[in-house]
């Protein structure tokens, strides 16, 4: 084999050698673990950065007063509270119809959850054909969502962000005073306003 000869060979060689490991690559067989954040790091106030992790949900396991459906015969307690919501310092909207014509209760206009609003106001109907105590975790178990002193929504609490909830007469704002640390289980009473806050921890 002359000089020429094998140069070529060892030139093809090396190019089916290259050609192969650029196709390897492109399979992602040369991916390992290294780019990878571990939990805990670079946490942010949005939601889930990576869209196939779902934070775990309260609403995942519903309270039982969750899945009642009231027929308005007979209501032993029909309340009225508001429920302000506050992203980093931004109002949230909450929907009006929530706990209306949803798979669990889908009969006519007064057969719905004993949570639900009319409007997009804030204003939650709390109605029970039997008296008794409801929590404000089970309008968010109704509403689908998360909500507990971890978070509310797919936001969590972490190094730079925190849950406040602050309980007081609508005449007054919200203090230190007021503030709450009962979050899903707190027993709503007729007349107050809720504030609920996710936002960067105060110093």
């Given at each position: 084999m002359n000089r020429e000869t094998t140069f070529w060979s060892v030139f093809t060689a090396l190019a089916l050698a290259a050609l192969l490991a650029l196709y390897?690559?492109?399979?992602?067989?040369?991916?390992?673990?290294?780019?990878?954040?571990?939990?805990?790091?670079?946490?942010?106030?949005?939601?889930?950065?990576?869209?196939?992790?779902?934070?775990?949900?309260?609403?995942?396991?519903?309270?039982p007063l969750a899945l009642e459906c009231l027929d308005h015969s007979g209501l032993a307690r029909h309340d009225h509270v508001t429920l302000e919501i506050f992203i980093d310092g931004n109002p949230y909207t909450i929907e009006s119809s929530i706990g209306i014509q949803t798979d669990i209760c889908n009969g006519n206009e007064n057969y719905m959850h004993t949570i639900h609003t009319h409007d997009d106001t804030g204003r939650l109907h709390v109605e029970l054909n039997e008296a008794g105590d409801i929590s404000l975790g089970v309008f968010f178990d109704i509403w689908g969502h998360h909500f507990d002193s971890t978070g509310i929504f797919d936001y969590r609490t972490n190094d730079t962000h925190e849950m406040a909830m602050y309980v007081h007469a609508s005449n007054e704002n919200a203090t230190e005073e007021n503030r709450v640390d009962s979050f899903d289980d707190y027993l709503i009473q007729n007349g107050e306003v809720i504030e609920v806050h996710y936002r960067p921890k105060i110093a």
């Open positions: 390897a690559q492109e399979q992602g067989f040369f991916e390992t673990d290294n780019d990878q954040t571990s939990p805990g790091e670079n946490e942010t106030s949005s939601p889930a950065q990576n869209a196939s992790v779902t934070p775990n949900s309260t609403a995942d396991s519903p309270d």
